[in-house]
């Protein structure tokens, strides 16, 4: 199985995290951002991110949904589950730091465990359609945002952090689960 990065992606995009001032994020969020897939501006790097989980998931034979390399650890399904379910959590506070929404519905419960609810017995389509809906509203929400608002600093995980870096931890994020997957679940 082959579930290598897509080759759409233009290899000559600039990594934008590297114009973006580190005083914008700190060394907690580089872990992610430096995994973030190439763009040159925010709307092509999450289209690029987009692009590699519609690839990604589509790549998963149907039969390892459900697996787990080892007792207690996730499923493949759990994982990518996590990983739409991180991206909601991000997304309400890039929202909630840039001053567009007031009130918290994901983050209020947020811990590993809770990010993984609701994986079991989802097929590939099932993950793929709520993959979909998440990153549409990613999308729509970060292409609406002004650029003080992007540029607007506020807490994400106890970290001063920007709007904007936000979006390249959820691009990292996903590409981190992916070599995960890559490297302890797929043959």
Known sequence: MSCQNNKSINPD??????????????????????????????????????????????????????????????????????IISYEEIMLEVALLNAGVISEKKHTVYYNQNTTIAGANGKSKSDLLAKFNSVRQKTENAFNS?????????????????????????????QTHHFNVIRERYLD
């Open 13 to 82: 995009s600039e990594m934008l995290i590297n114009s973006i001032p580190r005083s914008e994020y700190n060394t907690n969020m580089a872990y992610y951002t430096a995994k973030a897939l190439p763009g040159n501006s925010l709307e092509e790097m999450l289209s690029n991110t987009t692009t590699e989980m519609i690839a990604f998931i589509g790549a998963i034979p149907e039969d390892k949904i459900d697996y787990a390399y080892g007792p207690f650890k996730w499923t493949v399904g759990e994982v990518l589950q996590h």
């Open 145 to 173: 945002l002004t650029d003080e608002q992007q540029k607007r600093m506020g807490i994400l995980d106890g970290n001063m952090t920007s709007v904007r870096v936000i979006a390249f931890c959820i691009s990292g994020h």
